[in-house]
């Protein structure tokens, strides 16, 4: 398993409806077979920060399977409109 970490930034004051927007879209990761876990994180040292927190069964799963899905789109639909900045992803794999 690999987890996808994306560095997510919103305006603060609209928080409550991120989160809300993000809970309306988690039935479409977890429906998709190659997740395997899901968690969306807040930064408490920075108002407006959140880590999504992936995990999937392969990078493929996530970038060319999910990605290419109509289930991304509507992740995008439900959350891209609070985005402030592009987001920043990241894989990572664990070691220890």
Known sequence: MIHEI??????????????????AARPHFEGDPGCLSFRLE??????GEYRLVVGWTSV?????????SPAFQQWRALAGPFFTAPPSVIHVETVI
Do not use: N, S, W, Y
């Open 60 to 68: 493929a799963a996530h970038m060319e399977d999910f990605r290419q």
């Open 6 to 23: 994306a560095a997510l930034t919103i305006d603060p004051a609209q928080a409550g409806a991120f989160e809300a927007a993000v809970a």
């Open 42 to 47: 807040r930064v408490i040292e920075h108002p």
